[in-house]
């Protein structure tokens, strides 16, 4: 059986923590991937904690449970990071990826989490290029720089795909450069 990568997103409501799931699901599947994706929220409004899933993997993917044991756990909104279960089941081999200013060591003192922390300010970068404070395509360019785990291209094939009914091209065009910016930092 071939290695199954589970990914575990955190945010909250409003903030494209489902939409990125499903962007870097689409990517994966350009690539030949077996994929899931799902969020887990109830009736939770704007602003409530949300979290997604992903699983992929070279083979059909059988398990269809929660993402217990996550490779990944990717933090759109560090205030999450003080409810102290964002890193729970954390593969201490896996990365830890969050959105803030701060640095690896002062989320490792936050978390206690031992394995390998990467910070990036998705919010900043959204802003400067977007114009918005919404980080989910931004994270998710960081998130493709240090994993690897599928093309900047498919991923930007993705969000066209996925935004170009909703948005206008210059919306789609900002979340590209936001994405690229992201990628460049977190390959960094």
């Known amino acids: 059986m071939s290695e199954i990568t589970e990914i575990r997103w955190h945010g909250r409501g409003g903030q494209g923590v489902k939409t990125a799931a499903e962007v870097l699901a689409e990517a994966a599947i350009r690539d030949g991937k077996y994929v899931q994706s799902f969020p887990e929220y109830g009736p ?24 217990y044991s996550p490779n990944h756990v990717i933090v759109l909104d560090p205030t999450l990071l003080e409810s102290g279960n964002t890193t729970q089941g954390l593969d201490l081999q896996g990365t830890l990826l969050v959105n803030t200013d701060e640095s690896p060591e002062n989320i490792r003192e936050k978390t206690g989490f031992e394995g390998k922390i990467i910070t990036v300010d998705a919010t900043k970068i959204a802003k400067e290029e977007i114009g ?16 690897g785990i599928t093309s900047l291209d498919n991923v930007k094939e993705s969000v066209r795909g996925h935004l170009g009914s909703k948005l206008g091209e210059k919306v789609i065009e900002a979340n590209m450069r936001a994405l690229q910016r992201a990628y460049e930092e977190a390959k960094k």
Do not use: Y
Request: proline letters at 5%.
């Open 44 to 67: 939770e409004r704007m602003g409530a904690p949300v979290l997604a899933f992903n699983r992929l993997s070279e083979e059909r993917i059988d398990v269809h449970s929660n993402v």
């Open 132 to 147: 918005r404070p919404i980080a989910n395509t931004t994270c998710l360019g960081a998130f493709v720089g240090i994993s």
